[in-house]
């Protein structure tokens, strides 16, 4: 198990850097999984705090308002996106390294 941090500015950055929801969605993943482009399967989504999943979902909602007005806002991130457990501290993100 590894503890990646992940800051607001971070999560801005990222989303202010992405034109379409698939690339915020694997920029979020290589932040917390380095070796993203090595792994198969991802069989735990990586998991954050309540506030910390509240922020990424506020920027997903926004992101898709502004860039994709026509689908129901913040569904790539809902479908795609970390787990929420209360167990994690704020602004980290737990994550089961796959093998």
Known sequence: MNYVP?????????FDNSAHQSEYL??????????????????????????????????AIDFDRKYHPRIFPGG??????FGT????EDWIVKVEVPS
């Open 76 to 81: 790539c991130w809902m479908n795609s996106g």
């Open 26 to 59: 694997i920029a979020l993943y290589k932040k917390v999984l380095p070796d993203f482009n090595k792994i198969a399967t991802i069989t735990e989504f990586p998991v954050v705090s309540k506030i910390t999943s509240d922020f990424i979902f506020k920027q």
């Open 85 to 88: 457990s209360v167990e994690v």
């Open 6 to 14: 992940l800051g607001k500015k971070e999560i801005e950055n990222i």
